[in-house]
């Protein structure tokens, strides 16, 4: 069975600092993964996936995520924080292989943006 | 113009109540989906319809029944609802059932149960 990880329920960082969410998984067979945004008393929107050739996945507003099998890790960036990136960011799994085929999300990472 | 839609967007209801949540998508998608996001943001894969059949049924009440009455429209019905059942439920679609397929999110119905 696949799971997900992410570490730190909680980031806080200052306007135009970098931001780096951590997504670890936990699969015998490296799955899809994804990165979807939660803005307050909305639905989720995806961020950027990873499905298949370049490890660094470049996404909307200005995120970008690299899969690094040896690491398990599929960890979320951006260069520079903005205000309007205050939100929850789920990172979710889905198997490569025959079977159930359902996101299986993190507990979510909710992100600070001080002025 | 809406790509995912569900009505109500609130629901307040006593324990015992039998409630609907109705949902619809205009992207032309085959596969639709209800999601339960608990009081700690944590979000798990309730049902997902492919074309009209249920092809992922997770352990979830008997309580719950999802109804496909065509591919654009997913809607959950909940029987003698209980305090537990209070959440945030979320639609979604995909163009079909792969595995990468990218999910469309409805805005969420926020069900309170006293």
């Known amino acids: 069975a696949q799971s997900v990880t992410q570490l730190g329920s909680h980031v806080s960082v200052s306007e135009g600092a970098l931001v780096l969410l951590r997504c670890n998984y936990s699969s015998s067979v490296p799955p899809y993964l994804f990165w979807y945004v939660q803005y307050p008393n909305q639905g989720l929107q995806l961020l950027l996936k990873?499905?298949?050739?370049?490890?660094l996945v470049k996404g909307i507003n200005g995120f970008e995520a690299e899969f690094k099998k040896s690491e398990t890790s599929f960890h979320l960036t951006k260069p520079s924080a903005h205000m309007s990136d205050a939100a929850e960011y789920f990172c979710?799994?889905?198997?490569?292989?025959?079977?159930?085929?359902?996101?299986?999300f993190g507990s979510g990472t909710r992100l600070q943006v001080q002025p | 113009d809406t790509a995912v839609s569900q009505t109500p967007k609130y629901l307040v209801t006593q324990m015992g109540n039998d409630k609907s949540i109705k949902c619809e998508q205009n992207?032309?998608?085959?596969?639709m989906y209800w999601y339960k996001q608990d009081s700690k943001k944590f979000l798990k894969i309730m049902f997902s319809y492919n074309n009209k059949e249920l092809i992922i049924n997770e352990t979830v009440p008997n309580r719950f029944s999802p109804k496909s009455p065509d591919k654009a429209h997913l809607n959950l019905h909940i029987n003698s609802l209980e305090l537990g059942d209070s959440a945030v439920y979320f639609c979604a679609s995909s163009q079909d059932t792969g595995a990468q397929e990218t999910q469309y999110f409805g805005p969420g119905t926020r069900l309170l149960v006293l």
């Open positions: 992207l032309g998608h085959d596969t």
């Open positions: 979710a799994v889905s198997p490569r292989t025959t079977g159930r085929r359902a996101l299986t």
């Open positions: 990873y499905t298949t050739g370049a490890t």
